[in-house]
């Protein structure tokens, strides 16, 4: 078995399905967010796009206000759909000591050939910490969802109540397993 650049990929054909590795969807980071209308968050918009610490631009998701903002993004062509895990991340913390919101999403998958799906319900995040805890990611955990390489996922974001502290969100990441080559044969 000769093993060089030309062949390695396709050598490790046989290997990589079912166990894979973990990866981040490129791309998909703070700056995707939108509001419900697909609006491109500012500070006039809720959630807003502004300064949490000197220095450092985020979302902030006012007191009262329960709308985190909608986010889409492609399953990649090297998703591993026999794990099928895929994970939505929030590096954030509450701005105060009264509230630890949960965040929650509905998503929604958009397959070539089939109708949109219903809200899949994936698992919401456990609370975020407090301010005196410090920034720490939660996730949404959509793992078994039914995604397959080349889906469309469209996820709208919401928390759970806070009425007196503000949420912040400093970043965002997807994670996904593997296959390390397109899933589909018939696509490399």
């Excluded at 899949?120 to 609370?127: G, I, Q």
């Amino acid at each position: 078995m000769g093993l060089n650049p030309s062949t390695f990929l396709a050598r490790l054909e046989g290997i990589v399905t079912g166990r894979g590795f973990k990866r981040e969807i490129q791309g998909v980071d703070i700056n995707a967010l939108r509001d419900a209308d697909g609006t491109i968050l500012t500070a006039n918009t809720e959630p807003s796009r502004e300064a949490l610490e000197t220095n450092f631009v985020g979302v902030v998701v006012s007191n009262k206000a329960t709308d985190l903002g909608t986010l889409t993004f492609k399953i990649p062509r090297d998703y591993d759909a026999t794990l099928d895990e895929l994970k939505i991340r929030f590096l954030a913390v509450s701005s105060g000591d009264t509230n630890a919101p949960t965040i929650d999403a509905a998503i929604y998958r958009k397959r070539e050939g089939e109708d949109l799906s219903a809200d899949l319900d994936p698992t919401k995040t456990d609370a975020v910490n407090s301010n005196t805890d410090g920034a720490a990611w939660v996730e949404i955990d959509a793992d078994g969802l039914g995604f397959r390489p080349g889906d469309a996922a469209s996820c709208v974001f919401s928390t759970s109540a806070h009425t007196t502290d503000s949420l912040y969100i400093y970043a965002i990441e997807v994670v996904y397993r593997s296959t390390l080559v397109f899933y589909n044969e018939d696509e490399r």
